[in-house]
Each structure stands twice: as C-alpha cells, then as structure tokens.
C-alpha cells in the first residue's frame, strides 16, 4: 500500500522552523519554501519503510543528513522527524545523541525534480516491533530547503 504525502513547506517552516520563516532566498540564504513530496511504502517483509523524496522544484534542495535515514536504515540525528501510528498508538524515532554538524557532508543535495530514496528500519521505532503486522501510518519530516549554498 503507497501512502502519498503532500508536504507544503510553508506550513512546516512555520511550524517546525518558526523562528526562520523570515529567512528568504537572496544572496544564497536558506528558503525554506521548497516545493517536494515524501512517498512511503510499507515493507513488511524486509520490516523497513521504503521513503522517497520527489522533488518538485526547478531549484537544486538540500536536505539536512540529520533527519534522513543513513545507507543502513537508521536515523542518527536528534532532529529526525519520523513517527509511526499503529491505531491510536504513536511510535516516535529514538535518537538519544544529538549531532553536530558544519559543512558540505551535512546535507545531501538533491537535482532540480529528481528523487533521493532511502528507508527508514521498524527497530527505530521502540515497540513497534511487536505490532509490525499492523497497519500502519508513518510520519517522516526531514529538513529540507533551497538555496545557501545548496548544489548537486
């Protein structure tokens, strides 16, 4: 079952990143309007969730590699937005080791309308586990935006 989510970055800059949403696209700062979706597939045998991002900009987006899951399934930084619902129970990502990070190796950069695909481990989810039969609706966030210095 593919479950598509529509972010709009607007509502998540504001939510999420309130004290930037002034932050505009001039001189290579930061915007955080970029324009993508995250597409999920539940992979119940290989107990993972396959993610995608799809971009649907016409500008390069970053996307920050503390909040999308490494070569290995798991989400390292402190700032991983991911959450599962089993019914009415709510699965957060454990991430006990907040992580610093300067430079280009902090964020992946993604080309104008491509897609960066990745998948995201059951065992990052504490109890989920046991419910992995279930259906279930995943939650995933990352950090994304454009310019400031964001180039494929």
Not at 36 to 57: A, C, G, R, T
């Amino acid at each position: 079952m593919k479950i598509v989510i529509y972010c709009a970055l607007l509502i998540f800059a504001s939510a999420a990143v309130g004290c930037m949403a002034g932050v505009t696209d001039r001189h290579g700062s930061p915007s955080h309007d970029a324009k993508y979706q995250i597409v999920w597939e539940d992979n119940l045998e290989k107990s993972h969730f396959d993610v995608s991002l799809i971009s649907q900009d016409d500008r390069p987006i970053c996307v920050d590699v503390r909040t999308w899951p490494t070569l290995h399934g798991e989400l390292v930084g402190a700032d991983s937005a991911a959450t599962v619902a089993v019914g009415d129970k709510k699965f957060p990502s454990f991430v006990d080791l907040p992580l610093e990070c300067k430079g280009e190796k902090c964020f992946i950069a993604v080309k104008p309308r491509a897609r960066l695909d990745g998948f995201v481990n059951y065992s990052e989810f504490p109890g989920l586990i046991d419910l992995a039969r279930e259906p279930k609706k995943f939650e995933f966030t990352p950090s994304v935006w454009t310019g400031g210095g964001c180039t494929p």
